[in-house]
């Protein structure tokens, strides 16, 4: 889990401009990892979508196809699941669907906040929200059109960005990061498996096998 600046260095002034991580490949590669391994896990989701609609869900499927909001692909992916799924499976289903979900808020992040570096931390990278740097903006604008119709302490508007905003992550954190990734991926191909039954097994025993391995699993559970 990431530190915030203003722990480790609250004097310091990061950097954020483009291609940063360019100057740390080695972090950078990390962060890319974190990201694309989501894909990965999104993609096993959406073929559990096509192994429960059978052609019966053709427009649950087309809209989960078209639309690329993860918040609308989880409605859509449970909706056809408790459409389609019959107990005991449903339930479990959900529930790795619901950590999916979580895990897949740092992944957000990654791929929309902002990159940046401090000098004073060469093996680590920053994060920011971009919201915070665009209150950022907006106050140092404000500032300008104070000072220029001379409007009193306007300087002061010209602050840097406020440290406490500001994520450090190191070499572990991004690692510790790829692993929840994985463990995302891992969970959709789990779920994919037990969203369908398997045509050439009546007994369907490796999807009984696999949904038995989700009820032993800590973040899933009976």
């Known amino acids: 889990m990431s530190t915030l600046l203003s722990d480790l260095a609250p004097k310091e002034h990061p950097i954020f401009v483009p291609r940063l991580l360019g100057q740390r490949p080695r ?47 989880l409605k859509i992916i449970r909706r056809v699941a408790g459409a389609e799924l019959e107990m005991p499976y449903l339930p479990t289903f959900l529930k790795v669907v619901d950590v999916i979900a979580d895990l897949a808020l740092r992944r957000h992040a990654f791929a929309h906040g902002i990159w940046g570096i401090v000098e ?81 097994d009546a007994s369907n025993a490796k999807r009984k096998h696999i949904h038995g391995l989700l009820l032993n699993d800590p973040l899933i559970g009976p």
């Open 120 to 200: 004073a931390l060469p093996d680590a990278l920053l994060l920011v929200k971009p919201e915070h740097i665009l209150r950022q903006w907006g106050a140092a604008n404000d500032g300008v059109a104070a000072f220029i119709e001379g409007g009193p302490g306007s300087v002061n508007r010209f602050d840097p960005l406020d440290n406490r905003h500001v994520e450090v992550w190191s070499d572990a954190d991004l690692r510790e990061e790829v692993g929840r990734m994985t463990k995302a991926y891992e969970l959709a191909f789990a779920a994919e498996s037990i969203a369908s039954d398997d045509a050439f």
């Open 27 to 73: 972090l950078a590669a990390l962060v890319a990892e974190s990201i694309s391994t989501w894909s990965y896990a999104e993609n096993a989701l959406g073929r559990s979508v096509a192994a429960m609609s059978r052609g019966i869900n053709a427009a649950e499927m087309q809209d989960y196809i078209d639309d690329w909001r993860l918040p609308a692909r």
